[in-house]
């Protein structure tokens, strides 16, 4: 027996050897010379949108150099979720009426869809994937609403979305750069009924948390996405509190893969931990669940992904 407060030098030895695996993991990584960029068109527009003289016109003068985003920004700003305002023509219009945030939502979701199309797979599905991560891009929003936090927290609508939808990317670079690792992971997971971010660690030597942070950081992304990105499994080793970006993803990302409506290759958990530290309890959960696969399927990433 090993003494209580102790470590058996089993113990020792399965950490050293996890240890040795995430660093020629990371070294691997950094090999890579064909990591996904995200496009100029979309790290000008990020400068652009954060730049207080930026206006409508400097927005639209950089869209119309990309019809792929020019296209999906006015099929949404023709949808029926701005219907009621008028039909919009020109770039200027579209720009004023979406606002410069949800514009450049606009064009890094169409990037990332190009670089990364929704595809069928017998282990790793990604058009289940893209699925799963676009009702938790919808679960933020629905939860700040239904607890009230996004005034009271500068909550902003465009920022949980963007959080929500890009909270999984970890799995992507894994699947098709580590694609045989990550499909033991995946079996793994299934066979153990063991969650699929620890199994990432056991066999890779990193989970899709920590990789899809240093891709958001690679992008340039604000530094409170891909904390969100990095720690969406585990809010509580950090020292966030429950109603911030990190804690509404979490919450968000546990509540779709616990009612059920996706899992982007997760095990469905047993407990909503998570969503507990917001005052929430399982019926309350699975009621919000509803809730978001309502509203995702209004949702005009939905559409674009249904129309794949």
């Given at each position: 027996?090993?003494?209580?407060?102790t470590?058996?030098q089993?113990?020792?030895?399965?950490?050293?050897?996890?240890?040795a695996?995430?660093?020629?993991?990371?070294?691997?990584?950094?090999?890579?010379?064909q990591?996904?960029?995200?496009?100029l068109?979309?790290?000008?527009?990020?400068?652009?949108?954060?730049?207080?003289?930026?206006?409508?016109?400097?927005?639209?003068?950089?869209i119309?150099?990309?019809p792929?985003?020019?296209?999906?920004?006015?099929?949404?700003?023709n949808s029926?979720f701005?219907?009621?305002?008028?039909?919009?023509?020109?770039?200027?219009?579209?720009?004023?009426r979406?606002?410069?945030?949800?514009?450049?939502n606009?064009a890094?979701s169409?990037?990332?869809?190009?670089?990364?199309?929704?595809?069928?797979?017998?282990?790793?599905?990604?058009?289940?994937?893209?699925?799963h991560?676009?009702?938790?891009?919808?679960?933020?929003?629905?939860?700040s609403?239904?607890?009230g936090?996004?005034?009271?927290?500068n909550?902003r609508?465009?920022?949980?979305?963007l959080?929500?939808l890009?909270h999984?990317?970890g799995k992507?670079?894994?699947?098709?750069?580590?694609?045989?690792?990550?499909?033991e992971?995946?079996?793994l997971?299934?066979?153990?009924?063991?969650?699929?971010?620890?199994?990432?660690?056991?066999v890779?030597?990193?989970?899709?948390?920590?990789?899809?942070?240093?891709?958001?950081?690679?992008?340039?992304?604000?530094?409170?996405?891909?904390?969100?990105?990095?720690?969406?499994?585990?809010?509580?080793?950090?020292?966030s509190?429950?109603?911030?970006?990190?804690?509404?993803?979490?919450?968000?990302?546990?509540i779709?893969?616990?009612?059920?409506?996706?899992s982007?290759?997760?095990?469905?958990p047993?407990?909503?931990?998570?969503?507990?530290?917001?005052?929430?309890?399982?019926?309350?959960c699975?009621?919000?669940?509803?809730?978001i696969?309502?509203a995702?399927?209004?949702s005009?990433?939905?559409q674009?992904?249904?129309?794949?």
């Amino acid at each position: 027996m090993t003494p209580s407060g102790t470590r058996s030098q089993e113990d020792m030895f399965n950490q050293a050897a996890q240890t040795a695996d995430s660093e020629r993991f990371w070294k691997r990584l950094a090999r890579i010379d064909q990591l996904p960029t995200l496009p100029l068109i979309v790290q000008r527009l990020r400068d652009a949108v954060e730049n207080p003289a930026s206006d409508a016109r400097t927005i639209a003068d950089l869209i119309e150099n990309d019809p792929a985003i020019m296209a999906r920004m006015m099929k949404v700003v023709n949808s029926a979720f701005y219907r009621g305002f008028g039909e919009i023509t020109s770039l200027q219009d579209a720009v004023v009426r979406l606002g410069m945030h949800t514009v450049f939502n606009i064009a890094v979701s169409t990037s990332v869809f190009s670089t990364f199309p929704p595809r069928e797979g017998v282990e790793f599905n990604r058009f289940a994937f893209w699925k799963h991560s676009i009702q938790v891009a919808v679960g933020t929003e629905v939860l700040s609403s239904h607890l009230g936090v996004q005034d009271r927290k500068n909550l902003r609508r465009d920022v949980l979305h963007l959080t929500g939808l890009l909270h999984d990317m970890g799995k992507i670079i894994f699947e098709q750069y580590f694609h045989d690792e990550f499909t033991e992971a995946l079996l793994l997971s299934r066979q153990q009924d063991m969650p699929l971010h620890r199994a990432e660690r056991q066999v890779i030597g990193a989970d899709h948390g920590a990789v899809g942070a240093w891709l958001g950081e690679h992008w340039q992304l604000p530094a409170e996405v891909w904390h969100a990105i990095r720690w969406h499994h585990a809010p509580e080793q950090t020292q966030s509190t429950p109603y911030t970006l990190l804690g509404l993803t979490a919450a968000s990302n546990e509540i779709v893969n616990f009612g059920g409506l996706s899992s982007g290759g997760d095990i469905k958990p047993g407990t909503v931990s998570h969503s507990e530290r917001l005052g929430l309890n399982e019926e309350d959960c699975l009621a919000l669940a509803e809730a978001i696969g309502s509203a995702a399927e209004k949702s005009f990433l939905m559409q674009e992904l249904l129309d794949e």
